[in-house]
């Protein structure tokens, strides 16, 4: 396993070690010590989730307020484009966002930690998309920030398309608005 630091203080992408031949391949997808000895996260998965979403489909930018998920994302069949936004109001990297492509090909994780809104758009005909999260759903407070929001200005890779949103999607607040993580 390889860990590449991102231009977020936190925000890690993970490089499995992957072994394969002409039968196809092989890897650990998580393992907890290693996990730890390469980020220096102490992190205790509580939940797994896995979703399934179709050619243009932007879930996103999600968090929870209090009970705050760090998330260890990753993509198992298609590609997606991942997005993580800082939220935390005392980091240097507050309203900054990073994003990466995930794919059942690349194989990359992204550790996401507590503080970060999330959300990904989906590059390929399906994608399914997996991750860990280190606190429990809790909708009672969930928050959604607008995935179009004009002062984080994520490039999302659209081609000029507009994305497939759900009503909560849509009705994303602004940053500027947006309660955040002191």
Not at 14 to 21: H, L, N, Q, W
Not at 42 to 65: M, P, T
Not at 92 to 102: D, H, M, Q, V
């Amino acid at each position: 396993m390889k860990v590449l630091a991102t231009g977020i203080p936190d925000l890690l992408i993970v490089e499995p070690a992957v072994f394969g031949d002409e039968r196809g391949f092989f890897f650990e997808s998580y393992n907890a010590r290693k996990f730890v000895e390469l980020t220096g996260v102490v992190a205790e998965f509580v939940q797994d989730n896995h979703s399934r979403s179709a050619r243009n489909v932007l879930r996103g930018l999600h968090y929870q307020i209090c009970q705050p998920q760090g998330k260890l994302v990753r993509v198992v069949a298609g590609a997606v484009y991942d997005v993580a936004v800082d939220l935390r109001r005392n980091s240097p990297a507050f309203g900054k966002w990073e994003g990466i492509e995930l794919s059942a090909e690349n194989k990359r994780m992204l550790w996401i930690p507590p503080g970060f809104a999330h959300g990904f758009l989906v590059l390929s005909e399906h994608a399914e998309f997996l991750y860990k999260t280190t606190d429990y759903c809790a909708p009672e407070h969930e928050r959604c920030i607008a995935w179009n929001d004009p002062d984080l200005a994520i490039a999302w890779p659209l081609d000029g398309a507009s994305p497939s949103l759900s009503a909560k999607d849509s009705a994303g607040v602004p940053f500027n608005s947006a309660e955040v993580f002191a």
